[in-house]
Each structure stands twice: as structure tokens, then as C-alpha cells.
């Protein structure tokens, strides 16, 4: 049988049941479709987060409190919770570290910030000048903090514009409104440029104070939350590290390295281990999306093997005149295979459909790879040659005689 020929018959065997075809292949467009979503959203906070690690700043090394949670562990958890690093650590790390451009002290803590009748609960920064250099923090209105401020315990703010799309609306004029933070008012003075990105540290969420009015008012607290450095480049950061090292040991009587109070995390450290995360998280959802591909194969094959029953008498004549296993064989996988290929069609458009509503709402900017599409595609398409083959090899193997007896 030719090729055109037996396309022609299982195209017209197909759409003689136009219902039962359809439902079969909205098994595998939903699994497709599923496929390419979870992949999408999975791809797209993978880029979300890596961007987000990028605008901590370049060639950032963060020295934490605490020593290290697990053998080789570079990302500190619980960060900020001990209480183990001073300001005089922080102006020590200054004057002694060689191969460094800036270095800041850090008192973060979580608050409620009150304008008005608006409020909103963010990250609370208390931090110095050179905190801007370290993190590459760009002002689009006012300035940022001066040490003059810092020194005269000033009850100022700069704030993300998240912060002020919240409290005063969106594109509102924030520079001299006032805030309070546990019942202290700030006036603000600068408005940081958006960085974007949502969740992770979202540096548009944050409010900065002198470090002075942190400690002092705020947070109560004398020590740091983190030491952040701006090295000069990823080469000095194992150089950078050894000197941190010693000098902090040196300071707080340590002379054995394995009971370090303190712990480092630099750039390159959160990005393996946030893509570890990540690339899992979507590969479980790319997986748990590829059983709906599984229950449609399953359909397929259930569908082909009545087919097979319905049609019993049709093989056997065909057979009887002349008709090969093979061209019986043939015609059946075709037909399987066709409706996955329509099925992996729609899947992959209704796929890029639902990754775009998803960024629309803001809730994720999804990023459809390439990749992902060629792989549902291509297991859609492999998904109906394996569940096809049984009822493909069944209605091959009918007896002429005993397929021309059925009723």
C-alpha cells in the first residue's frame, strides 16, 4: 500500500468518530500543554532569581554571623541571626583587606512602614554610604545616604520604588514624605532606580536608614546582620577570603579555623546553589506534567484497541484480499501516531498561550525554551508509536477467516 493511500485511510478511519478522536487528543494536548508550562514557569523563576542575584552587586562577598551550617556550605542559613561581627570588624576588614574597591555594614531586619493611611511590611536596611557601591543601588530621585547622616544619627530614608508605589501610589512624588518604623518617622530623601524581579530580596521592596539609626532606634541591635565587600574582581575573592579569615579569627580569639563565628557567601556560591533549586523544582514539574502525557498515551491505546475490535471485520477482508500484515500494522500506527502529532500540535500552542496569560498576570515572567518545546513534541510523538504498537501488532496478527466470522 503506498504511502498517500494509507494516509488517506487513516485519516477517513479517524474522522468517522470525530468525538471519540477528539477526546482522545485532548489527552495529549492537555499533557503537552501541561508539559510546556511547568517548564515555562520552571525556566522563567530560574531566570528570575539568577537576576535577582545579579543586582545584589558586582563581585559581592558577604561575610555572615555564625559559623557555616553543614561541611562545605557556602550559603549561611538563618543568616543575621547570630551575633558574632562588630562595627569595629567592619572598619578592621576596611583599613587591613587588599584587592577590595568598597565594603559595607549591614543591620537588616523586617517592619512595618506606615504613610498615612498605608502601610506595608519590607526589609528594613540599615546600612552606610558605600552600601550603593557595593550593590550597585542607582538613585532615580534625591540621594542616597551620607556619612554625615550616618554620623548625626539622622532620621532619613531612602526607598525602593515598590515601597513607594505601596504607600504613596504608583509614580507618586515620595521625596520629602514621611514614614514611620516602629513609631520612629523618616523623612525621605531618595528613590532608588528599579531593579525589578519579585520575591528573592526584591531590592525594590527595601528601605534604607543610616546604620547609627538602625542600631540605635530600630533594631536595638549593636551587631551586624552581614559585612558585604565589593572585591575587585572574581579572582580576588579566594584572596579576599583568606585575609577576612585571619583578621577575623585574629579579633575574636580564634586560633582554630574549623570554630569560625562568621561565615562568607559570594556571587557565584547563591547562583550553583539557587540553580540547583531550581533546575530540580522544574524538573519535578516538567515531570509531574509528563503523567498527564502518560494518562493520554493510555487513552490512545485504549481507543486504537477498540478500533481494533470495531473494525475486525474490515481487517480480515482486507487481509483476504491481499493485504500484508505489515500495511494492517502500518495503518493503525499511523493513525496513532497522528493523533498524537495533532494532539502535540495544539499542546504546543495552547502551551506558549498559558506561559503568556501566566506573565500578563505578573505573577511570572515564564520563559518558553526551544528545548522544552522539541521534547514534548517529540515524546508526544514517541508516546503514540508506543501505545500504538499493541493494537497496530493485534489487528496485524487477525486471522482473515476468523475476522470475516466476527459479527
Keep these: ?123 528594613i536596611i540599615g546600612t552606610v554610604p558605600s552600601y550603593a557601591k557595593v550593590h550597585s543601588v542607582d538613585i532615580a530621585e534625591g540621594s542616597f545616604i551620607t556619612d554625615k547622616q550616618v554620623n548625626g544619627v539622622a532620621r532619613v530614608a531612602v526607598i525602593g520604588p515598590k515601597i513607594r508605589d505601596d504607600l504613596f501610589g504608583v ?83 580564634i586560633s582554630d579555623p574549623a570554630n569560625a563565628d562568621f561565615s562568607f557567601m559570594d556571587q557565584a556560591s547563591i547562583s550553583s546553589t539557587a540553580s540547583s533549586v531550581t533546575n530540580i523544582l522544574t524538573i519535578l ?35 483476504a484480499i491481499g493485504a500484508k500484515r505489515k500495511n494492517i500494522s502500518n495503518q493503525f500506527l499511523l493513525e496513532s501516531v497522528a493523533l498524537t502529532v495533532i494532539g502535540g500540535i495544539v499542546g504546543i500552542t495552547l502551551g506558549y498561550l498559558l506561559a503568556y496569560i501566566i506573565t500578563l498576570t505578573g505573577l511570572l515572567k515564564t520563559s518558553v525554551n526551544f528545548s522544552s518545546v522539541i521534547l514534548a513534541f517529540s515524546v508526544s510523538a514517541i508516546t503514540g508509536i508506543i501505545f500504538g504498537y499493541l493494537p497496530a501488532r493485534k489487528a496485524a496478527a487477525l486471522n482473515p477467516i476468523d475476522a470475516l466470522r466476527s459479527e
Excluded: C, W
Design 1 to 123: 500500500m503506498k504511502l498517500y493511500n494509507l494516509y488517506k485511510e487513516s485519516l477517513l478511519a479517524l474522522t468517522s468518530n470525530k468525538s471519540r478522536s477528539i477526546l482522545t487528543v485532548l489527552g495529549i494536548v492537555i499533557g503537552v500543554a501541561s508539559v510546556i508550562t511547568m517548564l515555562a514557569a520552571g525556566s522563567g523563576a530560574s531566570n528570575s532569581i539568577q537576576s535577582s542575584i545579579q543586582g545584589l552587586g558586582a563581585n559581592l562577598l558577604q561575610i555572615s554571623p555564625g559559623a557555616q551550617k553543614g561541611p562545605g556550605s557556602q550559603v549561611s542559613l538563618g543568616q543575621g541571626s547570630a551575633t558574632t561581627l562588630t562595627n569595629d570588624d567592619a572598619d578592621a576588614l576596611s583599613s587591613q583587606l587588599q584587592g577590595i574597591k568598597n565594603i559595607s555594614s549591614v543591620v537588616s531586619s523586617q517592619s512595618q512602614v506606615v504613610a498615612k493611611s498605608a502601610n506595608t511590611n519590607t526589609s
Design 171 to 253: 509614580g507618586a512624588e515620595a521625596i520629602g514624605q514621611t514614614i514611620r518604623v516602629n513609631n520612629i518617622e523618616f523623612d525621605i530623601i531618595g528613590v532608588t532606580v528599579s531593579k525589578g524581579g519579585s520575591g528573592f530580596s526584591n531590592p525594590d521592596s527595601n528601605v534604607y536608614i543610616p546604620l547609627s539609626v538602625s542600631q540605635q532606634m530600630v533594631s536595638g541591635n549593636r551587631y551586624l546582620s552581614s559585612i558585604d565587600i565589593e572585591v575587585d574582581g572574581q579572582n580576588e575573592i579566594n584572596s579576599v577570603k583568606e585575609q577576612a579569615t585571619s583578621i577575623l579569627l585574629k579579633r575574636h580569639n
Design 285 to 319: 514539574l516538567g515531570s509531574i506534567a509528563g503523567i498527564s502525557l502518560l494518562v493520554g498515551g493510555i487513552g490512545i491505546m485504549n481507543m486504537m484497541l477498540t478500533t481494533v475490535t470495531e473494525r475486525t471485520r474490515e481487517i480480515g477482508l482486507r487481509k
